[in-house]
């Protein structure tokens, strides 16, 4: 035990020096906000158009229909643990399921949503 | 108790059939039919239904006293062992009134005819009105609450849409609303009764709302429920039929076409009351007190509402307010036990009062739909047929002896007597002065006197066609001779009504032949006093009436507007009801208390156009702070509970 | 061999599942007939819709008259499942025919409608037939997830995506509720199935145990936000107004009665042994409903909104008789449900036929003066108003006088007394619509072109709200059978609770 | 080991952070961060009871919770998504064209 009480005295410093610097500047320091401050840093230059920076939208859906398949995938991790138990019935059901799935994959495809550009 | 039978007697049906067939013509095929075909196919469907009456009555006269026609349409709901069917029950009291409904039906349908000449939506109209009757005939004949509720309903939703007929929308949105409003306070009461009345009975064991049965095991139900139920009826029979405190909605509904006011508002619906206490009569016996309230309230209306007519300068709201006071008498009659004086009374009121009406219909029809009595008078020689048949309505409604409205009141005013209502027999009297009074000052004032007829109209003033006049001679000739049916016991023929309903609405206590004498002749100097009091006043020096009304000054004013109880109901009830609606619950709790609580007491306080803009909602997160409150006091509930019970 | 097992095991545990099996296979053949076949034929894919739902309803029959767990007792297989199969068969097939030429018009994506519609139907039905609580949940996120995005299909109208975000934002925090409610009720009873559960609070300890009363709490919220119980409604007018009008339609018909399905079944058949916990709570939570919906009602002036409120009023009615519990009280609510969901899909056909392409949403004004353009519009809204103001003898009054009756007969005299008092109030807004039609002057308008879909859902459902009411037998022999089969209680023990013999 | 309350604890303080998150930030994508937050609290629950009942449910649900989840991320996404496009803002109180 005693040889972690200097670790603890270590962190306990580390954390009041940083609390002090943190209050200290908010104790001292005077506060002027003007429109130019709250700007944005771009090394100098006025800052232009939005942060919102457009992505194209092909990101987005890829990302949408990558997620959603991924983690349907899941449901297929247990059937697979008991794969003996379930026997036939158990393959038919989870071939349903993946033909479901497929369903859902050709739909995608022909409404383009994974076409590129 | 009379023991009569019951007859199956399946031709009843049919007397709801023919309503129904002219409701669903008028409304699907009347616009293509033509207006002589749907003014023949309205007509024909009520005066059927009148004939089939008329047959019923025989069939029903040729059994033994008591009895009773019955037919069923199909059973309708099952709660519980409770089965309730679609039944009708054809006896002496049910009679009486489909006779009413459909014949005076008849003729206000046929002068209709001539009153809508003009109108483009005849077509609708005319649905209107037959399934007004049908309504109608559902409530007088239905065996059982429920099927009685139905009718009720539906003369009431007729008598919305009716209204509402000529209404201009700015009118409407007040007027309507105050109307639908009182009714459903009225129709809420109603069926709490029923509610109560059917609880009570299953209680005992007796799963039923059929009337006769009812009637036959009343005993079970203790006076408490009994006095409750009474009174929750009584409820909705002042909403239906205006009496205090729900009568407001009346003279209002005066906008409508006056053929409707005739039929609906006068002869008919607004009577529904008191058929409903009078077939409920055994449950209200049960109770002395009940009966107190509703003779009460009845003398009181009659009272106050006459003297309200006396300062109304609108035709058909004098009209209003008298079919008012003469409910308020039907109702002093059953609250003293009389029940069969107070059908009587609806009976002869019928007559005179939707003569009355079609007579004011009459007048005004000549006037171009003139309704200000200050802008008539004069008007004998112009309309003489109408004028004549008015008289004899006046007549009758003053109850001048020999008149229908006489024989009726008469016996009303002898029961409260009788029954040991001497303050309420005074105040029966004291308004059947003043009916005199009310009615004639409408009577001379619009056909005595020197003409305040708009020069414009003057020359194109004309008596009526031959299709309105007619429907005029024969309610004066019912209104002449309808009382008939009904002189005192004893005399003549007898009272042949009052027999025929007693073995349905039982028996009232009468006094010795020269006692009675003595109380008509009372009542009917009040009554000519009353019309003497007018004749000086309005024909014999008309200058009068100014002076009293500058002299009584703050009175007059409070008759005028009508004691301002219009003005108080909406301060005291609709506006705070909507205020609820649209500020309470739609814009504070909803927006306001929610702002307040995100952003703490200062938002709200900041006040002004500030304020407004902030309080702003549609805000998703103020519904989800709703919604964190509700289930932070589900949340609490459950700890309470698991804290009083763990 | 194969073959054969196979047989069985179709025979054994997917007849009872025949039904949304069908639905969810139709949904499929839409989505991959309607990427094949792009925009165009959008009325095509509907009856393609329409003959899925349809045959559905058919399938629903295959599961009456057998009470028995299929899936291991994920879903219950009897009368009452049989009987929202059904009824959410129906209502979805009518409201596909209220699309028909609603889609088109607004030019909504069709394959995508459709699909979404099939896949809602089939969250509705596991709903109502779950067994299980993770059926439950799955049944209603399948709901839920369609129809958010079915309210924000509209994407060219800003008010259509604002609506599906507010519902799906709440909605998804609600599901938050009901999930943790369901965790809580699985770790204090050790079970998922609704049986065990129901099981294991038989023992009056567990009973009491403040984690079931949490876990209770939690889905009473849960579910409160779904059938649009106050104080949980907020998300309904916005919804409901900004949503295509037959996506509404199906909110407040199809998402409610599943809802209702689910509900109904987890407290009255599975957690009777807890009514005294959760009896207090819907007591209030059902005046409160009824109370707040009518009185807002009264302010609305947008009809579609208006109807949301009336949707909130309706939601109480049905509670009052949740909280009276009991056999009659079951066949009571299933029964007014049945009432409830024609009259309204009725009044939205309406609104639907009414609606202007350029500017969708109805005011009280837009229908002034239909009565006179449009006779029979007019007379079926009326008739669907007057449904559900509780006039005598439309279904609307027979399934208020069964579910008052049921509570009186509890002993809720005052909650009854409460809900005859907002029958009252309601009437005056829905009298506004008929005055609005009747009395009110108003432009001539141009309606689009009707087509015949629409107005077989109008006769149907105009039929529907007269016979379910003036011969209320058959349908109330119905409601009492399926809602006494779910319970376990000989068929004829509801009877004698609620029928005449 | 560590009993399963530390975990039910942990998980209604999570569920509590998700909730107030909701009702408290005004950025749509946050407030969709803390219901996710809510979800997860409940999954954390879900396998601790499992694992403390010995039984596989609890775990089973979980992977339902979160494959629903995943789907109703997409959904939420793009209503999101579509919001800002006619609107041009993801600010919860920003969205009121509808209201009383």
Same mark, same amino acid.
């Given at each position: 035990m005693a040889t972690w009480f200097p670790i603890a005295v270590i962190i306990g410093f580390a954390a009041f020096v940083v609390g002090a610097m943190v209050s200290a500047n908010r104790i001292l320091g005077p506060r002027r906000p003007s429109p130019v401050k709250g700007q944005a840093f771009e090394c100098g230059n006025p800052p232009s158009g939005s942060a919102w920076a457009r992505f194209s939208v092909r990101f987005y859906l890829i990302a949408i229909l990558f997620l959603v398949f991924d983690v349907e995938v899941v449901l297929l991790y247990p059937w697979a643990v008991a794969i003996r138990r379930f026997g036939t019935v158990g393959l038919v059901d989870a071939g349903i399921f993946v033909a479901v799935l497929m369903v859902a994959l050709i739909y995608a495809v022909r409404r383009g949503a994974l076409d590129p550009d | 108790m009379v023991n009569g039978v019951v007859v199956e007697f399946p031709a009843l049906k049919l007397m709801l059939l023919l309503p129904a067939l002219g409701v669903v013509f008028n409304l699907f095929l009347g616009r293509r039919a033509g207006r002589a075909i749907v003014n023949v196919v309205s007509v024909a469907a009520v005066v059927g239904a009148f004939l089939l009456a008329l047959w019923a009555l025989g069939e029903l006269l040729a059994l033994p006293a008591g009895s009773a026609l019955k037919a069923t349409l199909w059973s309708w709901i099952y709660v519980g062992p409770l089965q309730i069917d679609l039944g009708l029950r054809f006896d002496a009291l049910a009679a009486v009134m489909t006779l009413v409904v459909s014949g005076v039906g008849s003729i206000i349908h046929l002068y209709s005819c001539g009153y809508m000449?003009?109108? /483009?939506d005849y077509a609708r109209f005319f649905a209107y009105m037959n399934l007004f009757t049908l309504s109608m005939l559902v409530l007088v004949l239905g065996n059982n609450l429920l099927f009685m509720f139905i009718g009720w309903e539906g003369v009431g939703l007729c008598s919305y849409l009716l209204i509402a007929f000529w209404y201009d929308n700015a009118q409407f949105a007040y007027n309507g609303r105050k109307a639908f409003v009182v009714n459903r306070i009225g129709d809420a009461g109603f069926l709490l009764g029923i509610f109560a009345l059917a609880a009570a009975f299953a209680s005992r064991g007796l799963w039923t709302l059929d009337f006769a049965a009812m009637r036959e095991h009343i %005993?079970?139900? %203790?006076s408490a429920v009994a006095t409750m139920a009474g009174l929750l009826f009584f409820l909705g029979a002042t909403g239906k039929s205006a009496q205090?405190?729900?009568?407001?909605w009346l003279p209002d509904a005066m906008v409508g076409p006056t053929p409707v006011s005739a039929l609906?508002?006068?002869?008919?619906m607004v009577t529904a009351g008191v058929y409903m206490v009078a077939r409920l009569g055994f449950l209200y016996q049960l109770t002395p007190a009940t009966m107190e309230v509703v003779a009460a309230v009845g003398a009181i209306t009659a009272f106050f509402a006459a003297t309200v007519a006396l300062a109304q300068s609108d035709i058909k709201r004098v009209l209003a307010y008298s079919t008012i006071s003469q409910i308020g008498y039907m109702f002093l009659g059953a609250g003293a036990g009389a029940f069969g004086a107070a059908i009587f009374h609806i009976v002869t009121h019928a007559f005179f009062k939707a003569l009355l009406f079609l007579g004011a219909g009459s007048v005004m029809h000549a006037l171009g $739909?003139?309704?200000?009595?200050?802008?008539?008078? $004069?008007l004998r020689r112009k309309l003489p047929v109408t004028h004549a048949t008015m008289l004899v309505a006046t007549l009758a409604i003053t109850a001048v /002896?020999?008149?229908?409205g006489f024989f009726s009141k008469d016996e009303i005013l002898e029961a409260a007597y009788v029954s040991g209502h001497y303050w309420l027999w005074g105040l029966g009297v004291i308004t059947a002065g003043l009916t005199g009074l009310y009615m004639f000052r409408l009577f001379f004032l619009t056909f005595y006197g020197r003409s305040r007829v708009e020069a414009a109209r003057l020359p194109r003033l004309h008596e009526s066609p031959a299709v309105m006049t007619i429907p005029l001679v024969i309610l004066a000739l019912l209104s002449l001779g309808?009382? #008939?049916?009904?002189? /005192?016991?004893?005399?003549? #023929? $007898?009272?042949r009504i009052g027999e025929f309903l007693r073995p349905v609405v039982g028996q009232v206590k009468s006094v010795p032949g020269l006692e009675a004498l003595a109380l008509s002749a009372v009542a009917s100097a009040a009554a000519l006093s009353g019309l003497v009091l007018a004749f000086v006043f309005y024909?014999?020096?008309?200058g009068l009436p100014e002076r009293a009304a500058a002299w009584s000054g703050a009175l007059y004013r409070a008759l005028r507007e009508k004691y301002y109880v219009d003005e108080l109901y909406d301060f005291l009830v609709t506006r705070p009801l909507f205020f609820l609606s649209d500020?309470?619950?739609?814009?504070v709790i909803d927006s306001y208390a929610i702002e307040g609580l995100v952003d703490g007491a200062a938002a709200a306080a900041r006040g002004g156009a500030a304020a407004i803009r902030r309080v702003?909602? $549609?805000n998703v997160q103020h519904y989800a702070l709703t919604y964190l409150c509700g289930a932070l006091a589900v949340l609490a509930y459950c700890l309470y509970y698991s804290m009083r019970h763990g | 061999m194969i073959s054969g097992t196979i047989g069985a095991a179709l025979d054994a545990s997917w007849r009872p599942v025949l039904a949304p099996a069908v639905v969810a296979i139709t949904a499929m053949a839409v989505m991959l007939v309607g990427s094949r076949l792009g925009e165009e034929d959008s009325e095509g894919l509907g009856w393609l819709t329409f003959s899925g739902l349809a045959l559905a309803a058919l399938c629903a029959? &295959? &599961?009456?008259g057998r009470h028995a767990p299929a899936f291991a007792g994920a879903l219950i297989v009897d009368d009452y499942t049989a009987f929202f199969y059904c009824l959410i068969a129906v209502c979805a097939a009518m409201v596909v025919l209220l699309s028909l030429d609603y889609v088109p018009a607004l030019e909504l994506p069709s394959t995508e409608y459709y699909a979404l519609l099939l896949s809602a139907t089939v969250g509705m039905m596991l709903l109502a037939a779950a067994g299980d609580l993770i059926i439950i949940f799955l049944g209603l996120e399948t709901m839920s997830i369609s129809v958010y995005v079915m309210a924000a299909i509209?994407?060219?109208?800003p008010r259509s995506s604002e609506a599906g975000l507010k519902y799906f934002l709440l909605g998804a925090f609600s599901t938050g509720f009901l999930l943790y409610g369901i965790a809580l009720l699985y770790g204090a009873?050790?079970?998922?199935k609704l049986e065990a559960i129901s099981r294991a609070l038989q023992s009056s300890a567990l009973a009491a145990s403040p984690l079931v009363l949490l876990g209770l709490a939690m889905m009473l919220i849960g579910f409160g936000f779904k059938v649009a119980?106050?104080?949980?409604?907020?998300w309904t007018p916005d919804a409901y107004e900004g949503a295509p009008t037959p996506v509404t339609a199906l909110m407040a018909v199809g998402v409610k009665s599943a809802a209702f399905a689910g509900f109904l079944r987890l407290l009255l058949v599975y957690l009777p042994a807890l009514h005294a916990q959760w009896g207090g709570a819907l007591w209030v939570l059902a005046a409160l409903t009824m109370s707040v919906g009518n009185l807002v009602a009264? &302010?609305?002036?947008?009809v579609k909104r208006m109807l949301a409120y009336s949707a909130i009023a309706h939601a109480g009615y049905i509670l009052v008789g949740m909280t009276a519990a009991g056999g009659a009280a079951g066949a009571a609510v299933l029964y007014y449900l049945l009432g409830y969901a024609f009259a309204n899909l009725g009044a939205f056909a309406v609104l639907v036929a009414v609606e202007r392409v350029e500017q969708p949403g109805t005011t009280l004004a837009d229908l002034g003066g239909l009565a006179k353009g449009q006779p029979m519009l007019a007379a079926a809204m009326a008739l669907f108003m007057l449904s559900l103001m509780g006039l005598p003898p439309l279904a609307g009054f027979v399934g208020k006088f069964y579910v008052f009756s049921a509570a009186l007969q509890a002993g809720y005299v005052w909650l009854v007394v409460l809900a005859a008092l907002n029958s009252v109030i309601s009437t005056y807004y829905y009298a506004r619509v008929i005055v609005a039609m009747y009395v009110n002057e108003g432009a001539e308008r141009k309606l689009r &072109?009707?087509?015949p879909g629409l107005s077989v859902a109008l006769a149907v459902a105009i039929a529907a709200t007269i016979i379910i009411g003036v011969d209320p037998r058959p349908y109330v022999e119905m409601a009492a059978g399926a809602y006494a089969s779910a319970a376990g209680i000989a068929r004829s023990g509801v009877r004698a609770a609620f029928l005449a013999h | 080991m560590t009993p399963v309350s530390y975990y039910l604890v942990l998980g209604a303080a999570l569920f509590a952070i998700g909730v107030a998150g909701v009702v408290i930030r005004r950025n749509l994508i946050v407030i969709f961060m803390s219901i996710e937050v809510m979800l997860n609290a409940v999954n954390l629950t879900l396998v601790a009871l499992g694992r403390a009942l010995g039984s596989t449910d609890g775990q089973v649900m979980v992977f339902f919770v979160m494959t629903v989840g995943a789907a109703e991320a997409a959904v939420g996404l793009a209503l999101i998504l579509a919001a800002f496009r006619s609107r041009h803002t993801i600010k919860a109180d920003e969205l009121n064209l509808m209201r009383w």
């Open positions: - | 000449g003009e109108d /483009p %005993s079970l139900v %203790s205090i405190p729900l009568y407001v609906i508002h006068a002869a008919t $739909g003139e309704q200000d009595m200050s802008r008539m008078g $004069g /002896p020999g008149f229908s309808g009382g #008939w049916i009904g002189l /005192p016991a004893g005399m003549l #023929w $007898g009272d024909v014999a020096a008309p500020v309470a619950f739609d814009r702003e909602t $549609g | 029959f &295959a &599961a009456v509209a994407r060219r109208d009873t050790g079970s998922i119980a106050v104080p949980f409604h907020a009264l &302010a609305q002036n947008n &072109a009707r087509r | -």
